[in-house]
């Protein structure tokens, strides 16, 4: 892969990727290749796919993407909304695995 095309792929990442959702059903979800991110609203599973090669060189099986919609949140009498936002779960090749937590 040439440094020009790397320098891009590096760029989307950093423009779909948002962070890592970090719960005990995604670490569950990692112990079968299963890797839970929170994307931007406009990202697509392709765009997805690619920022997730780049970044943490892995070959990437599958995207399932999901809308989150927000909560319902009272303070005091005032009624108000968490935020909406877009998760994208991703499939890795079989013996291959992402460190979310920097252990290696």
Known sequence: MSQDKKVTDLNIASRVLVAPLI??????AAELNKYIFRVTR?????????AIEALYQVKVISVRTINVGGKKRMRGRVEGKTASYKKAIVTVKEGESIDL????
């Open 42 to 50: 406009e990202a697509t599973k392709k765009q997805v796919e690619k």
């Open 23 to 28: 719960t005990e059903a995604s670490t569950a």
């Open 101 to 104: 937590f920097g252990n290696k």
